[in-house]
């Protein structure tokens, strides 16, 4: 089978700049590797083809061989050199090609592009703290002072981790760069410098307070000021309020996760309450007048129409939570439920049998159920 033209390989032109050579290969290096690939089984051909083509147009002079005599500048010596006979690729001309893409293979899994320097000092971890507030603190919102527990900079080293008066000196294994690069066959793995753990530097003389580390723990008071109209699930950040970063790395942040509680009296949803109020049997007949109450601690008159029914709710509006973000308070509803009454004596019992007599027209809900429930039998029978 003949070789495919090493320009159309890579997808460029013939007179591509090196730059877009390189940009090209990468491209499809990545796309191609077999560790990407493997449901494909023409994928680790595809990418030697790839390599092969990079290591023969990445040289100008080997380019410029290929440019003259094409493929056969690559074979029985002729063009200025260039790979092992046959126009493959040995060891270390794979591995050679291959280091150009590694970055770009593997930097997400590495922490980011190899060789990017040393992480001297590390960003401290952020804090959850959770907290459980009452309905009532929720509508007015409310100041609230926590202690967490967290690392702090140390005091005595100021966050160097090394002796008053002394300096980190840099990594002999490593020489400051924090990552070191073995040869593994065709591959360079780059792993995170064993002797310094990444940081690039060495104390010898670590602070007796926090044993080298900057920080030391401590619980910590703060003032939380939570904003009127919160709910449940709410992240409040602090910034720069969690633990302190290592060797005087930046200061991670705190986050407030808020729970409201449940209230005996007011279900919230959003920025609605609902309450449900039990009204006598007379009361949802005849009509009347009942008092609420609302969340910010007051009272509301509200009309029972006559003839209410269980379910029956009526709008405050107004009377709800305060939005988080904006003006304006959401709405209360008042659900009635019609109360059945209880223990009766024997007049109580004797009035209600005398009232069902009379009212055989005054329950339009019932009369339509059990027609209803007639013209279902009387399907059935037919």
């Not at 991670?252 to 729970?259: A, N, Q, R, S």
């Not at 919230?268 to 609902?274: I, P, V, Y």
């Not at 973000?325 to 024997?346: H, K, S």
């Not at 009379?358 to 399907?379: I, Q, R, Y």
Request: neutral net charge.
């Amino acid at each position: 089978m003949a070789k495919r033209d090493f320009y159309e390989v890579l997808g460029v032109s013939k007179g591509a700049s090196a730059d877009e050579i390189k940009k090209a290969y990468r491209k499809k290096a990545k796309e191609l590797h077999p560790d990407r690939n493997a449901d494909n089984p023409e994928a680790e051909t595809q990418f030697k083809e790839v390599n092969e083509a990079y290591e023969a147009l990445k040289d100008p002079e080997k380019k410029a061989a290929y440019d003259r005599f094409g493929h056969a500048a690559f074979e029985g010596g002729m063009g200025g050199g260039g790979g092992p006979r046959g126009g493959g690729m040995g060891q270390g001309d794979f591995a050679s090609a291959f280091s150009d893409v590694f970055d770009d293979l593997f930097g997400d899994f590495m922490g980011g592009r190899a060789g990017g320097g040393r992480q001297r000092a590390a960003r401290g971890s952020d804090l959850r703290y959770n907290m459980r507030i009452s309905l009532e603190d929720a509508f007015n919102g409310m100041q609230k002072t926590i202690n967490v527990p967290t690392s702090v900079t140390c005091s005595v080293c100021h966050g160097t981790g090394a002796e008053s008066g002394a300096e980190p000196t840099t990594c002999p294994t490593c020489s400051g760069m924090g990552k070191v690069r073995a040869q593994q066959g065709f591959f360079t793995v780059e792993r995170t410098c064993p002797t310094c753990g990444g940081l690039g530097q060495i104390i010898k003389n670590p602070c007796n307070a926090c044993g080298g580390a900057g920080r030391v723990e401590k619980n910590r008071s703060l003032n939380v000021n939570i904003p009127a109209g919160v709910e449940t699930g709410t992240r409040i950040r602090l910034a720069g309020e969690g633990e302190a970063g290592l060797r005087g790395g930046p200061t991670g942040d705190l986050y407030i996760f808020i729970e409201v509680e449940d209230h005996p009296i007011f279900r919230r949803d959003g920025g609605h309450l609902s309450c449900r109020v039990p009204v006598s049997m007379v009361s949802a007949a005849l009509g009347g007048e009942i008092e609420v109450p609302t969340i910010d601690g007051g009272r509301s008159r509200v009309k029972i129409p006559a003839g209410s029914q269980t379910g029956k709710q009526m709008r405050l509006r107004g009377k709800g939570m305060p939005a988080l973000r904006g003006a304006g308070r959401g709405d209360m509803f008042i659900e009635l439920a019609v109360e059945t009454p209880v223990n009766l004596t024997g007049k109580q019992k004797e009035l209600l049998r005398e009232f069902e007599k009379l009212s055989a027209d005054n329950s339009p809900e019932s009369e339509n159920f059990f027609s209803k429930v007639k013209h279902f039998w009387d399907g059935m029978k037919s």
